[in-house]
Each structure stands twice: as C-alpha cells, then as structure tokens.
C-alpha cells in the first residue's frame, strides 16, 4: 500500500519529529540526574549542568556506596524485593490453580470468588490496617514489607483466566486418569505451561516492591528497618531528618545536589536491569490484561 | 456444563472428598492473607463511630455515632478537599484517555520497525520509576533559580515559574507529570489492540482509494471506542484515589489548599496528628463511595461491552 501525497510526505516527518521529541523528554530527566550525579559540587551547587556532567567525578558516587545507612537500606530493600514475589506468586499460583476449577468440580469455588473479589474492592482504610499490623506485633518486622502485599487479586483473576484458557482440559483429564492429585497436577502440568504468564506477573511484581514505600514509611519506626524506597522518600524527597538522629552538618551534607542524585540514580538501576526482560513478556503479558470480549 | 472425565458425578464420596481437601488447602494460604489484611480491619472501622483513644482499645472508647461525620462535613477544609480530589481524577482519567489513544495513533504510522521499537522502549520506561524516584527528580528539576526546567524557560525569555510552590501551577504541574509517567505504557495497551484489528478492513479500503486519515477515522478509531470506554468506565472506580504517591511526594505546605487530596489529609490527620477517629471517618466515606462507584461502573462495562471480571 503506497501513500504518495505531499500532505502525507510532511506528516511522515512531522511524526517523526514529534515522537522523538516525546521518547526524549521521557528519558531526559534520567539524564539530567545522572550527569549531576558524576558532576563535581561546585558545578552542582552552580546550576550549571545541562545533560552532560562537569568536572566529571565518581565521589558522590564513592560516598553513596561508602555511606552505611544508604547501604543497609539498599539491603533491606533487596531482601524484600526478592523474598516478596516469591512469596506472593506461591500464594497466588496455589489459589489460582484451586479457583480456575469450574464449580462442578470444586463445589465452593463462587463462594471462594466473591470473597477475594469483594476485598479488592472494599477496605478498611489506612488507619484501620494500621492498627491490625499493630496489632499482629508486625510493627518494625521485615515481613510488614511482605504479607500485606503478598494477595494481589488482580494477578489472581489473570492467572484464573490464563489456567482456564491456556492448558486444555484434555492434559488435565489424562492427568486425572493416571491418578495424579491436584498437587501434582499443579506442579507437573500446569506450572510448566503457565511460564511466561507467571514470569510477567513476577517481573511486574518485583518493581512494586523495589518501588514500594509507603509501608516502610508508617510501620517501621527506627530508619534502620527502611528499606531503600522509603529511605530515599525521607532524605531525598521530604528532607525530613528528624528520624535520622543526624547532625546539622551531616544534614547539610547528605542534603547535596551530586550525592542526592548519585542515590536516586544507584536505586533506580536494578529496575534499568528488569527492563529488557520485563519487554519480551510484556506484549505476551498485556494482551493477558488487556480487555477481552 | 461440558460432560467430561473432571466433572462426572462420581459414586465415590469419599474419594470426592480425599480430591477435594487439597483444593481447599491451595486456596488457605491467600484466604488467611485476605482475612487478615483486607478483612479484619474493616472491623477497626469502628473507630470512625467512636471517640477514639489508642489507650482504652476499641471497646472502651466512647461510641459517638455520626458525630465524627458531622464535624468533618461542617467545616470547609473537607469541601475543598474532595474537589481537588475529583478536579485531579477526573482530569487524568479523560487526558490519559485521550493522549496515550492519539500517541498510539502516531506510532502506528512509523514503518521503520527499530525506530517504532526504540521510541516503544523508551517512552513506558517513567511508568516504572516510582514517585519517590521522580519526586527526587522533579522536585529538583521544577525549584526556582536554578531548576533546569526554569533554566530552559528563561532561556528563551519567559519569567520563572514557581511550578511546585504556586496552587495553580501545583495542578498543572501534577496532572502534567501524571500523564507523561503514564501516556507510554498505556499506549502499549491500545496498539496492542490496533495490531488486533483485522487487516483486511485496511486493505479493502486502500482498494476503495481511501487516504490514511479517512481510514484512521472510519476503522482504527470505532475498533477502538469500546475498549476506551470500557477502560473509562473502569477507571472511575479509582476516582477518588487521585494518585497519592503522587502528591505526597511532591506537594508542600504551599500548596495544601489546592493540592491535597483526601488520601493526603487522612494521613496528615491519621499518622501524624493521631486524630484517629475523624481520620478513619473520611477513610470509611471515601471507602463507601467509591466502593459504590466501582460497582456502577463494572455494570455500566458489563451492559455495555460484556465486560466480567471473572
């Protein structure tokens, strides 16, 4: 099919132009934060950089990574970020495989259905699922970071959709015929087959958890349990030290342009590292999620 | 009901039963989960009912009906702050409609594979960064004298801008930033679903000496109409959510009057004030509310598109 019209001609390249322009401006920040992070202070503090360091420097850098706070987050953020999919993609594959049977065969399934789907759309609030992780003495815990965010109903109703759709009944009944038991149903036939379903809905939830915040933020009171997002959020964002128990100087210190950005950028490159896994089974992963007829 | 080998009646009742418990059992882990973290505290919204102290406990606390309401919906502060809260939504649901649906468009156009790609990759890498990280950034990039964003203004002439201080520039400047985070990965949405548009239509139409925009407007866009609805429709549940990791991380005490939203303000008076009870009241308000909205909208995209949820 050839388009031949001057009309169409200056469009192509209008197009061109304006959609690099977009893809630009959506990296140019990243840009910018990483020149002024290899940047040296002085033409920091001096607003001089662009997108191009100045007086190039890996001290902030040297600092960041030197700096034990900084690191012990960085830890506790990894540690969450690899023990919380796991957890949740067990919880939520089990459940799934159980609620994809029709209710024929699993006579309480529409029961099970309505009560996952009625709390995904109702809930208690801040305040009251504050006090309910007060009150299971999850204050300050490493699993707070976890549990609470362990059942995603949303992920559940794709993985449903994706068992029921995607492994056909016929494997399913050979499997019932040799004597397997759900269980091994489970983990022999449709785990292998649910791959690149489950390797999405993981990948998707590991940049919630690394990105994830708010929970370190009110539930942990001593900053030695924040994990890197949170910890980010009080010194980089709010500037609020008061947690922190640091000086004045170390305050004005920790507050400078180069160091600031050497953090931001350090915390942002494990999901620069997902990135391109996370595109092959993107596609594959959105057409999951997206509307069906 | 399809007769097969799974679903036969089977005369054994106790093998039903042997079967049946380890169902039951793959499903306990995400039940006690739920149970836990979304259904007990919708207990504790009993507090909203109560003059709450944290010393006394729940049952002990004084039980004051809707007195917590009546305070909350007498004074101004809560007026305003539900207008902000629908002024943000509202606004991002129709730009984050209409943007990332013309970007698909566009892209759609581009016939060279890598530069359709390159710009694909690009532009949905800021829906991963959380506002924490572009809270650093944008805070930095939008201060006055010295913000590379108002380095770039006045030079080229204009006067600075006080994006993040200024109530006005506030809600520019969040409904802004909100669609250039999201517009990239929800346009990855809609041209998967322009790439699931029959070709045919395309090339019958090419035959028919149709121009590109006449095909974009008589076949790309009614294909795509009903799953922009129903999205829409969708959407509206969250509408009285309005981003709080947005504006927590990027508002100030400047700009609480146009800025704050009832996620902000129930964490202002909740955590750090410890006004337990009026904090809990607006959380359950604004719970039942959209609570109510949500179920409205999954039967407006069920009437209208057959859109279950499961």
């Known amino acids: ?139 300050n815990s490493f699993w707070v970071l976890i549990l ?27 499997a019932y015929i040799d004597g397997a038991s759900h269980i091994r149903t489970l983990f022999n036939i449709f785990l292998p087959v649910a791959i690149p379903a489950i390797a999405t809905l993981t990948l998707f939830n590991i940049v919630i958890h690394w990105n994830s915040y708010f929970d370190g933020l009110i539930y942990m009171t001593h900053r030695e349990n924040y994990p890197l997002s949170t910890f980010l959020q009080t010194i980089v964002v709010s500037e609020n030290f008061s947690a922190t128990g640091l000086t004045a100087d170390q305050v004005k210190h920790i507050s400078e342009r180069t160091l600031k950005a050497s953090q931001i950028f350090l915390s942002v490159i494990p999901v620069l590292l997902v990135y391109p896994f996370l595109q092959r089974y993107f596609v594959k992963g959105i057409v999951l999620g997206s509307i069906k007829e | 009901m399809e007769h097969n080998l799974l679903t036969m009646k089977r005369s054994n009742k106790l093998k039903r039963t042997r079967k049946d418990y380890q169902l039951h059992l793959l499903v306990l882990p995400a039940v006690v989960l739920a149970l836990l973290f979304s259904y007990s505290p919708m207990f504790g919204l009993v507090i909203a009912f109560q003059n709450f102290k944290p010393a006394r406990g729940f049952f002990r606390s004084d039980f004051i009906g809707l007195e917590n309401f009546k305070v909350l919906f007498s004074s101004s502060d809560i007026y305003q702050i539900i207008f902000n809260t629908l002024f943000f939504a509202l606004t991002k649901i129709v730009i984050l409609l209409l943007v990332p649906f013309v970007f698909a468009l566009l892209l759609n156009e581009i016939n060279r594979m890598y530069f359709k790609r390159t710009i694909q990759t690009l532009v949905y ?51 802004i930033t909100a669609v250039w985070k999201e517009f990239g990965f929800s346009a ?60 927590f991380n990027l508002y100030n005490g400047l ?11 129930v964490y202002r008076l909740g955590l750090l004030q410890a006004n337990y009870s009026v904090s809990a009241a607006i959380g359950m308000f604004k719970s039942v509310v959209s609570f109510i909205v949500i179920i409205i909208g999954y039967g407006l995209a069920y009437r209208i598109a057959k859109y279950r949820i499961f």
């Open chain 2, 125 to 175: 890498l800021p829906h991963f960064m959380s506002w924490v990280i572009l809270g650093g950034i944008l805070v930095d990039m939008l201060r006055l004298d010295g913000g590379f964003i108002n380095q770039i203004i006045q030079m080229v002439g204009l006067k600075q801008v006080f994006f993040l201080g200024n109530g006005n520039w506030f809600r520019f400047t969040i409904i």
């Open chain 2, 255 to 265: 700009v609480y009057d146009k800025g704050d939203i009832i996620d902000t303000y």
């Open chain 1, 148 to 174: 609470p965010l362990a059942l995603n109903v949303y992920n559940l109703i794709l993985l449903i959709n994706f068992f029921r759709t995607s492994v056909p009944k016929a494997l399913e009944e050979a």
């Open chain 2, 188 to 247: 990855i949405v809609i041209l998967a679903a322009i790439s699931g548009i029959d070709p045919t239509l395309y090339e019958s139409a090419y035959m028919d000496g149709s121009t590109k925009w006449q095909q974009c407007r008589y076949i790309t866009m009614p294909c795509l109409v009903p799953i922009m609805v129903v999205v829409g429709i969708l959407s509206l549940g969250n509408i009285l959510n309005a981003d709080f990791d947005q504006i």
């Open chain 1, 1 to 139: 099919m050839k388009y031949n019209s001057t009309a169409y001609k200056f469009f192509t390249i209008f197009n061109y132009i304006l959609l690099a322009f977009l893809a630009f401006t959506c990296i140019m920040p990243m840009l910018h934060i990483l020149a002024v992070s290899f940047s040296s202070k002085a033409a920091a503090n001096a607003n001089l950089i662009k997108l191009l360091p100045i007086g190039f420097t890996i001290d902030a850098y040297a600092e960041s990574i030197g700096n034990r706070y900084f690191m012990k987050a960085f830890e506790i953020g990894l540690a969450r970020t690899i023990v919380g999919p796991v957890i949740s993609m067990l919880v939520t594959v089990m459940a799934a495989f159980a609620l994809s049977k029709e209710s024929a065969q699993f006579k309480y399934r529409n029961m099970y259905m309505w009560f996952f789907v009625f709390a995904m759309f109702f809930n208690g609030g801040m305040i009251p699922t504050y006090m309910v992780i007060r009150s299971l003495k999850l204050l």
